[in-house]
């Protein structure tokens, strides 16, 4: 059993990322899996959803869906920067969509009224500890990931490829893969913290 602080320093974001991990897809995929459906939430709510895109899939949504919708929103000046990190990220292995499921959110402010503004924030706070409880135990299996959040300007493309529910909110993409290069040294602020 991997000591949980050790696990939590290794955890960083990690941009250099490639093809070549040492679990098949469908390892991945349990364990992806696995790290959302143990994820806990407000009033056992389970509001997140995600979709692994592997290899080609993870590749696609990089150098079309990123690529085009952000062509046409950037400046011309600043998108050569955009397009070298695009491409960084279509060198993972495959990409996590993040979404939270609304429907649920909006049946339990109808069944518990008074806790109604309290359901949007709980589910937030689910989908960030789905995130994190994936990142770690991606990290314990020595697969880097990082989190970018393209969303809106992705949302339709991907929901027509993917017949993706109306209900669906997207609210993160994490490319992870092989760790072709570690992360930086990290500056930890203390001061005022506690």
Same mark, same amino acid.
């Given at each position: 059993?991997?000591?949980?602080?050790?696990?939590?320093?290794?955890?960083?974001?990690?941009?250099?990322?490639?093809?070549?991990?040492?679990?098949?897809?469908?390892?991945?995929?349990?364990?992806?899996?696995?790290?959302?459906?143990?994820?806990?939430?407000?009033?056992?709510?389970?509001?997140?959803?995600?979709?692994?895109?592997?290899?080609?899939?993870? &590749? *696609?949504?990089?150098? =079309?869906?990123?690529?085009?919708?952000?062509?046409?929103?950037?400046? %011309?000046? +600043?998108?050569? $920067?955009?397009?070298?990190?695009?491409?960084?990220?279509?060198?993972?292995?495959?990409?996590?969509?993040?979404?939270?499921?609304?429907?649920?959110?909006?049946?339990?402010?109808?069944?518990?009224?008074?806790?109604?503004?309290?359901?949007?924030?709980?589910?937030?706070?689910?989908?960030?500890?789905?995130?994190?409880?994936?990142?770690?135990?991606?990290?314990?299996?020595?697969?880097?990931?990082?989190?970018?959040?393209?969303?809106?300007?992705? &949302? *339709?493309?991907?929901? =027509?490829?993917?017949?993706?529910?109306?209900?669906?909110?997207?609210? %993160?993409? +994490?490319?992870? $893969?092989?760790?072709?290069?570690?992360?930086?040294?990290?500056?930890?602020?203390?001061?005022?913290?506690?």
């Amino acid at each position: 059993m991997t000591n949980f602080t050790d696990l939590q320093t290794k955890r960083r974001s990690i941009y250099a990322l490639g093809k070549d991990v040492e679990l098949s897809n469908q390892e991945l995929i349990d364990t992806i899996q696995g790290a959302v459906l143990n994820t806990p939430t407000a009033f056992n709510s389970q509001t997140s959803r995600v979709v692994i895109l592997l290899d080609e899939e993870s &590749d *696609a949504f990089w150098n =079309e869906i990123a690529y085009s919708e952000l062509e046409k929103v950037t400046p %011309a000046e +600043a998108f050569e $920067g955009t397009k070298e990190r695009l491409k960084g990220f279509a060198q993972a292995k495959g990409t996590i969509l993040f979404y939270e499921d609304q429907d649920v959110v909006k049946d339990l402010q109808e069944q518990f009224p008074l806790y109604a503004d309290n359901f949007p924030i709980w589910s937030e706070q689910g989908h960030g500890i789905a995130l994190y409880a994936t990142w770690l135990a991606l990290a314990e299996k020595n697969i880097g990931m990082n989190v970018q959040h393209y969303n809106p300007l992705v &949302d *339709a493309q991907l929901a =027509e490829k993917y017949d993706i529910p109306a209900n669906w909110k997207l609210r %993160a993409q +994490a490319p992870f $893969g092989q760790i072709v290069a570690p992360a930086g040294d990290k500056d930890i602020q203390t001061e005022g913290r506690f």
